[in-house]
């Protein structure tokens, strides 16, 4: 009967906290531990129970709770399905039997309580626990009902365990990579400015890191009060080589940046840090040459309508002389003079009493002479200050006419391929140049060496940007209609397994958020040069003097100029020789 009260009494409680689970019949063993699984959940919601193994107290429990229960007894290697807001329940020590991709490493950061039988020493399980990288662990033993002690691995602590009272109010399970005492993080820099450099600090000579990869990790060391185990590859440390050592266990974090493209696969990689696109860097078109200027302005079709005009205003010229077509002939319109030279902004004759609609024609022809002559006088005196440079290209279809080739890493280009990219499919294969070595192919690329366009990502763009800054000239721009992809993540190469793997990701968000990784990629480029990877100088090869225009570069000019004067002269001698010619014959006859 007393119980059937206490059990009412609390059946109100937990009503009042947690309407989904509801006690019926129990004992007192049962009892507890359905009033920890309630402090549990109210200490991190969760929605699932998977209990495993063989029958014991849990089994008899989950009848009276109103969650969700997977139940296994053998193997936790198959694919884990459901929700991840999950508490494990194990029933006995042994450690679940799990594959690489079973529940037991999906489900790895998932709180797990053990009953313990026998005399078995919490702590030793702890470690072996702690060996399978398993560290949100807590233990119960088979005297729970009387003792109401919990056993909570402490990974970071010693002793490694801690007791905690059913009643106390500490928690029983910690986010225990918050701090982490010190212990090691092993990284592997790819040591690529200006993702990650390597320096010696002046103060106390130790080699630290900077560069917007290298500053998120050691922050994150910062934050949870760990050290970094630097590990420097001897050989030409590449990309591919730090995802393998990440694919094997063989470090917990790579300073580098994965591109989505490269591994589709997000288990051995962080959360994306950077979104960014992929494409050609491309030289600056040439600027025309001074003598090609007034070729360009004297436009085919302007010059049409000028001379349309020009005929226009003749035919009215000479309708409105005399208010007639009498005077109307070819000779009259084409090589009307003063039309001719009122368009040139030359003086002409201006009739003494001129009828008004003539006053009006000639102030038309002002007008227009005017607007040409000044229109042709500010292009040709910008131009020539700043001539118009050839056009850009604008699509894949017109790459081949670039004046140089595309550099392009036998890594990147085999990739490229590998996932069928169709606008570098579209790129002739003559106008690529393939780089075996990708450090040489970067080398060029650094050197903003002119004889190439180059593969670029946005990111890695920026401080170029920012160097080109200093140069006269600008050499490279970053070509938003030559792209290979406009959407590639970079992600952290991290390992399979590693246990603070969430605390990292939250990391990575609150600094993007606070706008830190913004700032340290606006600053790489005085990174780099503080440590003498790169120079302040200008790579533009500015010429000492810009050709100007010289008299060879309007010669042709000149020489339609004197075959006209020659043809005029001849014209001129052949009608004075016609006239003396008929004169001669009128005489003779
Ligand atoms: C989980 O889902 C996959 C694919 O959806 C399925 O093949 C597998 O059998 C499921 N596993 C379980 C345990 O339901
Ligand atoms: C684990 O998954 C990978 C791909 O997801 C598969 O190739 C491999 O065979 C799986 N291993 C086991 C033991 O199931
Ligand atoms: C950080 O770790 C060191 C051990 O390396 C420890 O002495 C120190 O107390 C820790 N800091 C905090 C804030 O816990
Ligand atoms: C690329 O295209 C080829 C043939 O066009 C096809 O066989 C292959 O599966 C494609 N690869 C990818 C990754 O789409
Ligand atoms: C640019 O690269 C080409 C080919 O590798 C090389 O011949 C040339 O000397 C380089 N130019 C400069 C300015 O370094």
């Not at 993702?195 to 106390?204: E, G, H, P, T, V």
């Not at 226009?312 to 070819?330: A, E």
């Not at 100029?561 to 001849?570: D, G, H, M, P, T």
């Amino acid at each position: 009967m007393t119980w059937l009260v206490i059990t009412l009494c609390f059946l109100g409680y937990f009503a009042a906290h947690m309407a989904d689970i509801s006690v019926q019949n129990q004992n007192i063993m049962d009892y507890e531990l359905l009033r920890l699984l309630i402090k549990l959940r109210q200490e991190e919601f969760y929605d699932t129970l998977l209990v495993y193994g063989e029958d014991c107290e849990f089994h008899s429990l989950i009848r009276s709770l109103d969650v969700a229960v997977v139940l296994v007894t053998d193997s936790m290697n198959f694919d884990w399905n459901f929700s991840r807001l999950t508490l494990i329940l194990s029933c006995g020590p042994d450690l679940e039997k799990g594959g690489p991709n079973g529940t037991t490493f999906k489900l790895q950061r998932n709180r797990r309580l053990v009953l313990l039988n026998g005399d078995i020493q919490p702590s030793n399980m702890c470690n072996i626990y702690t060996q399978k990288d398993i560290y949100n662990i807590a233990f119960v033993k088979e005297n729970f009902a009387k003792s109401n002690v919990i056993y909570s691995c402490r990974y970071f602590q010693d002793p490694n365990i801690e007791d905690v009272h059913l009643l106390e109010a500490r928690p029983i399970f910690t986010e225990q990579f918050q701090n982490m005492m010190g212990n090691a993080i092993r990284i592997v820099p790819d040591l690529l400015p200006p993702r990650a450099m390597l320096y010696q600090d002046a103060s106390d000579g130790e080699t630290k890191m900077i560069g917007y990869v290298a500053n998120l990790i050691t922050n994150f060391a910062q934050k949870v009060n760990a050290t970094l185990q630097l590990h420097i590859l001897e050989t030409s440390t590449s990309i591919t080589e730090i995802s393998r050592m990440a694919k094997d266990d063989e470090l917990d974090m790579g300073v580098t940046l994965e591109a989505s493209l490269y591994s589709p696969n997000l288990e051995t990689a962080s959360y994306p840090y950077l979104l960014t696109s992929y494409c050609l860097m491309v030289q600056v078109p040439a600027k025309l040459p001074y003598n090609l200027v007034y070729a360009i302005i004297v436009d085919p079709l302007v010059l049409g309508i000028i001379f349309l005009l020009f005929c226009l205003l003749s035919v009215l010229l000479v309708y409105s002389q005399k208010m007639s077509w009498q005077d109307l002939s070819l000779a009259n319109i084409v090589l009307n003079d003063k039309s001719l030279r009122g368009l040139l902004g030359q003086s002409f004759p201006f009739p003494l009493n001129a009828s008004k609609k003539l006053r009006l024609i000639f102030t038309i022809l002002c007008f227009a002479s005017i607007l040409l002559n000044t229109m042709y006088e500010a292009y040709l005196q910008s131009f020539f200050t700043n001539p118009p440079s050839e056009p850009h290209i604008r699509s894949f279809k017109d790459i081949g006419k670039l004046r140089h080739k595309t550099a392009i890493t036998a890594i990147e280009a085999n990739v490229l391929i590998s996932t069928n990219n169709t606008q570098f499919l579209e790129i002739p294969k003559k106008h690529l140049c393939i780089y075996e070595s990708w450090r040489e192919s970067l080398a060029l690329r650094d050197a903003f060496n002119l004889s190439y366009n180059y593969f670029v990502t946005e990111d890695r763009w920026s401080s170029y940007a920012e160097q080109q800054k200093l140069f006269k000239e600008t050499l490279f721009y970053y070509s938003n209609d030559l792209c290979f992809s406009r959407m590639i993540f970079f992600s952290i190469p991290l390992r399979r397994h590693l246990p603070y793997r969430h605390l990292f990701d939250e990391h990575m968000m609150r600094q993007q958020e606070f706008g830190l990784v913004n700032y340290w990629k606006g600053h790489s480029f005085f990174d780099m040069v503080r440590l003498g990877l790169t120079t302040l100088e200008d790579l533009s090869q500015p010429k000492s003097f810009n050709p100007s225009l010289l008299m060879e570069d309007i010669s042709w000019i000149m020489k339609l100029y004197l075959v006209a004067i020659s043809l005029s002269v001849f014209c001129f001698l052949s009608e004075v020789g016609w006239e003396k010619w008929k004169r001669w014959r009128d005489t003779r006859n």
